[in-house]
């Protein structure tokens, strides 16, 4: 059975910083795709980052230069260094496993992604 786990969320000033951790068991990491999506108050879901197996890395325009998308093998662990932080980034964060990336979103050719149940980040002004 396949888990998703995120960790790292909370409370943070803006130009505060964050790092958000993902583990996934259940699967052979290295043969996927990882991204971080995120979900604001009232709105859709969108994505954040995307890093494909081979390590090759697509950012959000809204958050690039400021968040990293990460990942090492070894521990089955895919991280997002979080930087200056402001008020509206303060979402739900979503970790998701696929099989290819589409700019900063992953997705998997058949079926959904396998998703974690989120932790919540919390940028206050």
């Known amino acids: 059975q396949v888990q998703v786990v995120e960790s790292g969320g909370g409370l943070v000033q803006a130009g505060g910083s964050l790092r958000l951790s993902c583990t996934a068991s259940?699967?052979?990491?290295?043969?996927?795709?990882m991204g971080w999506f995120r979900q604001p108050p009232g709105k859709e879901r969108e994505g954040v980052s995307c890093i494909t197996r081979d390590g090759y890395t697509y950012t959000a325009d809204s958050v690039k230069g400021r968040f990293t998308i990460s990942r090492l093998n070894s521990n089955n662990t895919l991280s997002l260094q979080m930087n200056g932080l402001k008020p509206e980034d303060t979402a739900m964060y979503y970790c998701?496993?696929?099989?290819?990336?589409?700019?900063?979103?992953?997705?998997?050719?058949?079926?959904?992604?396998?998703w974690g149940r989120g932790t919540q980040v919390t940028v206050s002004s």
């Open positions: 259940g699967l052979t990491f290295d043969d996927y795709a």
């Open positions: 998701a496993a696929g099989d290819y990336c589409v700019g900063s979103y992953v997705y998997r050719r058949y079926g959904n992604n396998y």
